[in-house]
């Protein structure tokens, strides 16, 4: 009887302990996003600066951006069905992009997007990009700071409830 109860009490510790591993990933993945989203704005700099490429010549050039990427397909997507860009763009955030704060700023680039010249539309991207920047900095420092706080609350709780359980 006493192995079972300590075997629960090490499977509690170690669940908790995964739980903030997962919670730490999280926020990884989270920074991973943004700092695509920064690759994928300095893609579209230089894409439109050199080629002044439509949009859905633009999504589909972009590359190296594998977590933005259905966005990007589900706005092709949209668009081909009709719809103008700002909405086809909205859409495609809204079904893949879970974060309220990254949905909020994704919708300020569909929205701002293709609205002007080539020159306009390089600015409106070295803001956007700027924007994404800075987020994506405050990203990782979060990651930096929580990362060793989530394992250590993960474990603790785990060890809590072993505790009580043995």
Not at 21 to 27: A, K, P, S
Not at 94 to 120: A, C, I, M, P, Q
Not at 140 to 151: G, I, T
């Amino acid at each position: 009887m006493n192995i079972l109860r300590l075997s629960g009490g090490l499977f509690l510790v170690i669940c908790g302990f995964l739980g903030g591993v997962f919670m730490t990933e999280r926020l990884k993945a989270r920074a991973s996003f943004m700092g695509q989203y920064v690759r994928f704005l300095t893609q579209a700099q230089a894409i439109i600066g050199y080629t002044a490429a439509e949009a859905d010549e633009l999504f589909s050039s972009v590359r190296g951006v594998p977590m933005l990427r259905p966005v990007l397909e589900g706005t092709k997507r949209e668009m081909k069905k009709g719809e103008k860009l700002d909405t086809a763009w909205k859409r495609s955030v809204d079904s893949n992009v879970y974060s309220s704060e990254d949905r909020k700023l994704l919708y300020y680039f569909g929205e701002t997007f293709g609205t002007s010249n080539v020159e306009g539309e390089l600015s409106k991207l070295a803001l956007h990009r700027d924007s994404a920047e800075r987020m994506y900095s405050e990203y990782l420092e979060e990651v930096r700071v929580k990362k060793k706080l989530y394992k250590t609350v993960g474990f603790f709780c785990g060890a809590l409830a072993a505790a009580l359980l043995v």
